[in-house]
């Protein structure tokens, strides 16, 4: 059946009215989520309208487009104490409106925004165009405030200039730009060489390869002192280890006026930059106190071999962590030299304790009078111990002229690839990590493990007969371990009984977690039992393998310089950069002959079988022979 046009149209026209009486039942009775976008602010009227507080109708007009907003006052904030950027900000306190005994209370808001409610004067409104909403409430007061931080919801005010919270990254960017000023750098364009200027106590922290020459006064570096009229060194800072830094020292004046060493430091400079704008303001710079330094591309077999790797081709850039305060500059004066600086707080920090103790045992090498100290130094895992070796050696070869070493750790060695306990002597700074310095010792025991867990006894023999090399006409420090748990322990409570040890350096974590190993003390040492060694009421008269009666020692315990949880590279890559640096010696010496080449293109060493013997068990082969019986 068709149903009549006119029907149709009075359905249409009723379902019409519906939707019209369903709209405006929705108006006269708003839900909490009609009022504002945020949830939070829908929240909070609908907690007070449960209250039974009086309800507030929907705003009919929004406001308009061209009203200007309310300028802010600074008066409304007020600093305290600390916030993100150094200062943190209250919200104005309770108003009592005029003509009204009530106080005023500003509504806060949770989608972001400022919340700012901002002072105005009595009878003007808060936001502009205010009168334009019709708004219908009871309590007239205490919804007017309400209704005005609703309109300001979600609408961010600029702070003025004195009000404006610190910022994070622009105090950190201020605080690099002074620390940039610690130092004064200029190009010679001609010769890609950079020139720096350093008042006493600057310090330049860096990453990268460059060749440092003291021109005039003295720096130290990583405990060594480098001055005018010293050979060059390399400095070699990558993202394994901890940031080298360069800082100026004071200087002698030899007998000279201020005036005559202001114009020697003057005359070296012009000698090393040409003439120009850039001389011009760093001679302005220059005084009587200034280091003039020098500082030069640097590329080493190892560098240039260990780089050319994909693996470790940004070895010598800035770490993920340091990118985020610091982007290397091209048009820097020290990237011309393969420097990128860093903020003085990303270099070694130092104890007292630990400054004492390279003291302490430097002014032990230079008054000690029945011998050379015998340093051993001792530590868990990741506590810093390669890093103080270096940074003991370096600072001992400024009163002595040579200090042997003695590795005891298969696992992190210093001179030579894993697996091997080495007996050498040092003329020179360590002025980089292990893989940049390989060489070769003057005694030394292939080992062939990381570690000595599973052969105790061959790894005490091979210590000992390395020990009987040593001619004691040095100091000698003893790097161990970080096995000092268990059987580990006793390894090292014999190695301070047989090798006659001084000086023991303990260093200790700073982590409460991991749990603290027994300080080493002499009470300790004459009570506690070795592996091959006893306590001293245990010891026969005849103990075999003493080398001479364990005599009392001094302890020098304090945190480390590292901790475990800093390590920047697992052990296990720093053990493969060692055997990489070690197989760069196979490159050549001149970067000019070229890129560097892969191992497997170097011809193997050959040599005929009537040249060579070879020990196998229960036989030997002896040269030029052929078949030979076992014996």
Not at 512 to 523: D, E, F, G, K, N
Request: proline share 8%; glycine share 8%.
């Amino acid at each position: 059946m068709k149903v009549p046009h006119s029907t149709r149209a009075q359905v249409r026209r009723l379902k019409k009215k519906r939707k019209q009486q369903q709209y405006r039942h929705l108006v006269s009775k708003p839900e909490p989520c009609i009022l504002s976008p945020d949830s939070a602010l829908a929240r909070q009227y609908h907690q007070a309208t449960s209250r039974g507080q009086p309800t507030l109708k929907r705003l009919k007009h929004r406001q308009p487009r061209g009203v200007q907003e309310a300028p802010p006052i600074s008066s409304s904030l007020s600093p305290s104490s600390s916030f993100s950027g150094g200062e943190k900000w209250n919200c104005p306190q309770e108003r009592s409106p005029a003509g009204t005994g009530r106080k005023e209370t500003a509504h806060a808001h949770s989608n972001g925004s400022a919340g700012r409610v901002q002072q105005h004067q009595q009878g003007a409104p808060l936001v502009p165009g205010l009168q334009d909403y019709e708004m219908q409430m009871e309590d007239t007061d205490y919804w007017r405030s309400f209704a005005e931080s609703a309109m300001q919801n979600g609408d961010h005010t600029e702070l003025s200039g004195e009000d404006t919270p610190p910022n994070n990254s622009q105090s950190q960017a201020d605080e690099e730009e002074r620390e940039d000023t610690s130092y004064l750098a200029a190009v010679d364009d001609g010769k890609g060489r950079t020139v720096v200027v350093m008042a006493p106590g600057q310090t330049l922290t860096f990453r990268g390869k460059s060749q440092l020459t003291c021109l005039y006064g003295r720096v130290r570096v990583f405990g060594f002192t480098v001055e005018e009229g010293q050979p060059s060194y390399p400095l070699l800072s990558p993202a394994t280890h901890c940031p080298l830094a360069i800082q100026a020292l004071p200087h002698s004046t030899g007998g000279k006026t201020r005036k005559e060493r202001r114009l020697e430091a003057k005359a070296i400079v012009k000698s090393y930059l040409r003439a120009g704008a850039r001389r011009s303001d760093l001679m302005k710079h220059v005084s009587s106190e200034t280091s003039v330094l020098l500082l030069e591309l640097l590329e080493t077999q190892a560098t240039r071999f260990i780089c050319s790797l994909p693996a470790h081709r940004d070895l010598f850039t800035l770490s993920v962590k340091e990118l985020g305060f610091r982007q290397p500059a091209p048009d820097c004066p020290l990237s011309a030299a393969g420097v990128v600086s860093l903020p003085g707080s990303s270099g070694l920090v130092m104890s007292e304790r630990y400054s004492s103790a390279l003291s302490e045992l430097a002014h032990a090498c230079r008054e000690e009078e029945d011998g050379c100290p015998v340093i051993l130094v001792c530590g868990g895992k990741g506590v810093g111990k390669s890093s103080f070796n270096r940074h003991l050696i370096n600072t001992l070869l400024n009163h002595v002229s040579c200090v042997d070493y003695l590795e005891c750790d298969l696992g992190q060695t210093e001179f030579t690839p894993p697996g091997c306990l080495s007996l050498l002597s040092l003329t020179d700074p360590l002025l980089g990590p292990p893989f940049t310095h390989q060489r070769p010792p003057g005694r030394m025991v292939y080992f062939g493990e990381p570690s000595c867990e599973q052969d105790l006894d061959r790894y005490l023999e091979s210590v000992k007969y390395l020990w009987s090399f040593y001619q004691r006409e040095s100091p000698v420090i003893i790097n161990t371990m970080g096995w000092v748990r268990g059987f580990g322990l006793l390894l090292l409570v014999d190695l301070i009984r047989l090798l006659c040890v001084t000086h023991v350096v303990q260093l200790t974590h700073d982590d409460p977690a991991i749990a603290p190993m027994p300080s080493l003390s002499p009470a300790y040492l004459r009570q506690a039992p070795g592996w091959h060694t006893k306590a001293r009421g245990q010891r026969s008269e005849e103990e075999p393998g003493c080398f001479a009666t364990p005599r009392g020692h001094t302890l020098l315990e304090f945190t480390g310089a590292g901790a475990a949880r800093n390590v920047r590279y697992r052990s296990n890559v720093l053990r493969d950069l060692a055997l990489l640096g070690y197989f760069s010696e196979l490159q050549s010496a001149e970067p000019e002959l070229g890129p560097a080449l892969p191992l497997h293109s170097f011809t193997p060493y050959q040599v005929t079988r009537h040249a060579s013997a070879s020990s196998l068990i229960e036989l030997l082969v002896k040269p030029g022979l052929g078949d030979t019986a076992p014996h």
